[in-house]
């Protein structure tokens, strides 16, 4: 795509590249490099047009473009293909639209804000700006009763991801992630299916990254930082430690993605309220299975096995 390759040959360069330079490298007129750079400066790049000099790139927008989460990414898989939107309803929805038109596995949607996105339990997740709103498909070989593996790998990866941008992140149960007690993160998972195969999966990842929130009961990456936090970076690495635990289930199963959720477990071995369906279970949370429920202790000794449902402590 020229417009990218100009794109990176002028942020290489980091100084000024002349139009005739950049022409004859990409194969192109001169005038369709002007057309590419004017493009540029309409998304929000500053480009500094200098005569008999050429171009030079000042700075990038702060926005999720395919062209900067692609730059320097070190994924085999995921992120390959990006499809970006500055507006939308809901990643997930546009997620499964393209992935019913048969596109590649590791496609990821992103959206800079969001009015109607979906959150779990029928709950609703919208994306505003400074947020990181992400879908990605995958197509796992696996039966349909093992989806919610792929829920709580991402819950791993995330944690993963917000460790390594310094943030001391833990999952509540089934899928939450939490910094300092309060969300930070929230996955809805979706899928299609026939009996026995996924046809695909649409992982949809929230991130309160440098948005606002209500402080009381949410929080952000920025809050808990006290800065700013790019967010290409953050998306990039969360790709990579998506795509790490994605091929570690793919060759080694789920057995070690579990022990990992352990690890970062918040919810294991703490006094929880889980509501399940209509019914109230309070006890201790012993362990997760391999299909993910929780099993919790409750005051007559017996184990509760829940599927599903709302978790509070
Ligand atoms: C939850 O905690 O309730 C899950 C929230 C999931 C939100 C993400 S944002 C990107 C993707 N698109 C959606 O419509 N939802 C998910």
Request: charged share 25%; aromatic share 6%.
């Amino acid at each position: 795509m020229t417009k990218e390759e100009i794109l990176n040959i002028l942020r290489e360069a980091g100084d000024y590249v002349s139009g005739e330079f950049l022409a004859e490298k990409l194969g192109v007129s001169r005038a369709a490099v002007w057309k590419h750079i004017h493009t540029l400066i309409k998304e929000g790049y500053a480009v500094d047009v200098a005569q008999g000099k050429g171009y030079r790139l000042m700075s990038v927008p702060d926005k999720l473009y395919p062209a900067e989460i692609r730059h320097g990414l070190q994924t085999k898989l995921l992120g390959r293909k990006v499809i970006h939107l500055n507006v939308t309803g809901s990643t997930n929805t546009v997620a499964r639209q393209v992935a019913e038109r048969g596109v590649e596995e590791g496609t990821v949607v992103l959206a800079e804000t969001q009015s109607h996105g979906k959150g779990r339990l029928g709950r609703k997740w919208v994306a505003k700006p400074g947020s990181l709103a992400m879908s990605v498909i995958l197509k796992p070989a696996i039966d349909p009763m093992h989806a919610s593996s792929i829920t709580l790998m991402a819950a791993v990866s995330v944690t993963k991801a917000l460790r390594g941008a310094g943030l001391e992140a833990a999952i509540k149960w089934p899928n939450d992630v939490l910094v300092n007690g309060k969300k930070i993160c929230g996955i809805l998972t979706e899928m299609s299916a026939e009996t026995d195969i996924v046809n695909f999966i649409i992982l949809g990842i929230g991130v309160n990254v440098n948005n606002d929130v209500p402080l009381e009961t949410a929080t952000t990456m920025k809050a808990e930082l006290s800065r700013e936090v790019d967010r290409v970076k953050f998306t990039q690495l969360l790709l990579e430690m998506l795509e790490e635990d994605y091929l570690t289930f793919k060759e080694e199963g789920f057995t070690p993605i579990l022990w990992s959720w352990r690890r970062y477990s918040d919810t294991l071995g703490r006094l929880v309220e889980v509501t399940y369906q209509d019914e109230v279970v309070t006890g201790v949370a012993q362990d997760v299975d391999e299909d993910g429920s929780l099993l919790v202790k409750t005051a007559d000794g017996s184990i509760r096995k829940i599927v599903s449902g709302d978790c509070k402590h």
